[in-house]
């Protein structure tokens, strides 16, 4: 992911604010990078487990709404963690996320979260409800204007 820009519509929202970086890798499994740091920590300098589920839910939101249909969205309306191990300060966590179902109105995915020896710090469970765009936030996302560097 080094080098490639963010995304327009994730400027000024939870994903720069957290410094999380999203990707789907070259055999399609949807990934995410997130720095621990003071914005992700509390104050012990640990991993905030609350960061880790920001984390998931954002990377299962971007996976599902790169498997929707161009008139639905995903809409977060689950979240269930349990927090395994610590996550140290002056590190870096990444995510995998895997299907566990893909229907028309419903994804449900396995986010689990690992430090750079590839020890799991945390497994969480994230439910996406699929619903109709009628706002045209697809619209506005897709249109966004994209910086020039």
């Not at 720095?35 to 920590?41: A, K, Q």
């Not at 599902?64 to 966590?93: K, Q, R, T, W, Y």
């Amino acid at each position: 992911m080094s080098g490639e820009k963010m995304s327009p519509h994730l400027k000024s929202t939870m994903v720069e604010a957290l410094g999380i970086k999203m990707f789907k890798d070259e055999n399609g499994v949807y990934k995410a990078t997130m720095p621990v740091d003071n914005r992700t920590c509390q104050i012990f300098g640990l991993l905030n487990g609350g960061a880790s589920i920001a984390l998931a839910e954002n990377l299962a939101g971007f996976a599902s709404f790169e498997l929707c249909d161009s008139d639905m969205i995903p809409v977060g309306s689950c979240v269930s963690a349990n927090h395994v191990a610590p996550g140290f300060f002056n590190s870096e966590v990444h995510a995998v996320a895997t299907p566990v179902k893909i229907g028309k109105t419903i994804h449900i995915w396995n986010v689990d979260v690992f430090n750079e020896k590839e020890q799991i710090l945390s497994t969480i469970r994230m439910t996406n409800l699929i619903i109709k765009d009628t706002h045209k936030l697809r619209e506005a996302i897709t249109n966004a204007s994209v910086d020039k560097d």
